[in-house]
């Protein structure tokens, strides 16, 4: 899978993707990264990419033109249109869901806006959706787009070391996880439940599927409305509130 970073600041990317799980995505070929300054494209002789709004008002417009030449090079760089996402405040909030559905795309071209906003022309000629990860305003679409690229990458088979790793992970069944421990046992007098010591596969996983509802249910409950909870589930969730509100 392919994505090209239409940015203002590309070394922003360079550590972030230099480390961790998605270098070692890049260094399997399963992931490829490029980035494109677009200040490059700019044809004004000080790389300017930005000027003042038609009508008035505060702050700078990005400018469509370098944009527009930006994504032309990268088109022809990879021999074919990618998918574009503007990183937005106005776009559809992302999670997992949307993460998945990102994978069906094999080149992925992501711009990050900066200043006061974009001029219209790119999102009306260029742009296939605006995405946002919360509500809040950041600096720019960077640290936004990394999350993006995180996300989505971490999904592609042979990226995790285990690939069924993910399956299990926070939001993947629309449950947060699980309780976990490790090593020690015992931490000045704090122990991890016997239940994980025991060795019973089938009661450890009834365990965690209980706690992965517990927690749901006290920490995101509005998550419970989407959830996968078959019948069992329903019945235990049931349990749960009720001894939640006996305490």
């Not at 270098?23 to 790389?47: G, P, Y």
């Not at 949307?98 to 906003?117: D, F, M, P, T, V």
């Not at 122990?191 to 025991?198: E, F, G, N, Q, T």
Request: charged content about 30%; glycine content about 8%; aromatic content about 8%.
């Amino acid at each position: 899978m392919r994505f090209d970073i239409l940015t203002l600041f590309p070394s922003m990317f360079e550590n972030v993707f230099g480390e961790s799980i998605i270098k070692r995505a890049i260094d399997k070929r399963l992931v490829k990264i490029a980035l494109h300054n677009i200040r490059d494209f700019s044809d004004d002789r000080h790389k300017r990419v930005d000027d003042y709004p038609y009508g008035g008002g505060l702050g700078m417009v990005m400018q469509c033109g370098p944009i527009f030449s930006t994504l032309n090079h990268v088109v022809e760089d990879i021999g074919e249109r990618p998918h574009v996402i503007l990183m937005s405040p106005q776009g559809i909030v992302f999670n997992q869901k949307k993460a998945q559905g990102l994978l069906k795309h094999r080149n992925i071209a992501i711009i990050c806006g900066h200043y006061e906003g974009i001029d219209e022309r790119v999102l009306e000629e260029l742009v296939d959706e605006e995405i946002t990860i919360g509500d809040y305003i950041l600096t720019g679409g960077e640290i936004a787009a990394m999350a993006v690229v995180d996300s989505v990458s971490r999904l592609i088979p042979g990226v995790l070391k285990e690939e069924e790793s993910y399956s299990i992970e926070t939001f993947s069944s629309g449950l947060l996880e699980y309780p976990q421990y490790t090593r020690p046992a015992d931490f000045m007098g704090f122990k991890v439940p016997d239940i994980l010591l025991s060795g019973h596969h089938k009661n450890i996983e009834k365990w965690r599927k209980y706690q992965s509802i517990k927690r749901t249910y006290m920490k995101r409950p509005d998550l419970l409305n989407s959830a996968s909870l078959d019948e069992n589930d329903k019945e235990v969730l049931k349990e749960i509130i009720k001894e939640i509100e006996k305490q």
